[in-house]
C-alpha cells in the first residue's frame, strides 16, 4: 500500500533532550513538508523539502532542524532550543509543491 | 501577514440538511485551495481543492471559489453524523520560489441526529 508513514505515535520528551521524528512515504512524491498543530489552531508549517538534500525554512523552524538526504525520508528534530515543543506534528507530501498535500498519521509529542 | 479566516463554530446542523462551511484569505496571489476534514485526534484527509472561480462537484460535496471576494466555501448536503469533525480550509500562495500551504484554524462541524 502507498502511504505515508510516521513514527512514533507518541513521543514524551524531558526538558533539554533532542527528539527525532520520522516520516516516509513511498508514494515517490518529490516535495515533503512538516506541520505542528496546537490545539484550537491552524497547521503551522516548519521546514519543507522540495528535492533531495536541499530543504526551507518555513514559518516557525527555530528549535527545529531537519535532513533529506532520500527522497523517501525527510526527519524532523526537536531540538531543546525549542521552547514549547509539546504539539502535534504533521508530515505530508506532494507531487510536486504545486500539487495537493497528503498526511501522515501524526506525532504527539509532550514534554514531561 | 497571508492569513486565511475560518469561523471557529461549531457549527450545529441536523441530519440530511446542507452544511455551509466558509473560509476568506487575504493574499490575492493565492493560486489554488483546499478543504480538508480532521476527525478529533486524526490527521487532515483531503477532501476537495478548487483552482478556478465558479463551483467544483464531488459526490454530496461542493467547493465554491470567488477569487474577487476571496472567498472559498464548502457545501456538504444529505449531512450525517459522520460528517462530523473539524473542516481545515488551505490555501497555496507562492513564497520564495516555492508554493506554500496556509491553513485556517478550522470550523468545527456537528451533525445531529
Known amino acids: 500500500d502507498g502511504g505515508i508513514t510516521q513514527s512514533p505515535k507518541y513521543l514524551f520528551r524531558k526538558e533539554g533532550q533532542n527528539v527525532t521524528l520520522s516520516c516516509e512515504q513511498n508514494?515517490?512524491?518529490?516535495?515533503m513538508y512538516w506541520y505542528r498543530q496546537d490545539p484550537g489552531q491552524g497547521l503551522r508549517l516548519i521546514y519543507y523539502?522540495?528535492?533531495?538534500?536541499?530543504?526551507q525554512k518555513g514559518d516557525i523552524a527555530e528549535g527545529y532542524s531537519v535532513s533529506r538526504e532520500k527522497k523517501e525520508s525527510f526527519p524532523l528534530t526537536v531540538t531543546s532550543a525549542q521552547k514549547n515543543p509539546t504539539a502535534f506534528y504533521l508530515c505530508?507530501?506532494?507531487?510536486?509543491?504545486?500539487?495537493?498535500?497528503?498526511f501522515g498519521p501524526g506525532t504527539r509529542l509532550t514534554v514531561l | 501577514q497571508k492569513e486565511v479566516e475560518q469561523n471557529s463554530g461549531p457549527l450545529s446542523v441536523p441530519e440530511g440538511a446542507i452544511a455551509s462551511l466558509n473560509c476568506t484569505y487575504s493574499d490575492r496571489g493565492s493560486q489554488s485551495f483546499f478543504w480538508y476534514r480532521q476527525y478529533s485526534g486524526k490527521s487532515p484527509e483531503l477532501i476537495m481543492f478548487i483552482y478556478s472561480n465558479g463551483d467544483k462537484e464531488d459526490g454530496r460535496f461542493t467547493a465554491q471559489l470567488n477569487k474577487a471576494s476571496q472567498y472559498v466555501s464548502l457545501l456538504i448536503r444529505d449531512s450525517q453524523p459522520s460528517d462530523s469533525a473539524t473542516y481545515l480550509c488551505?490555501?497555496?500562495?507562492?513564497?520564495?520560489?516555492?508554493?506554500?500551504?496556509?491553513f485556517g484554524a478550522g470550523t468545527r462541524l456537528a451533525v445531529h441526529p
Open positions: 523539502s522540495q528535492i533531495v538534500n536541499d530543504f
Open positions: 505530508a507530501s506532494s507531487i510536486k509543491d504545486y500539487n495537493e498535500q497528503f
Open positions: 508514494l515517490n512524491h518529490d516535495a
Open positions: 488551505a490555501v497555496k500562495v507562492p513564497s520564495g520560489g516555492y508554493n506554500k500551504l496556509i
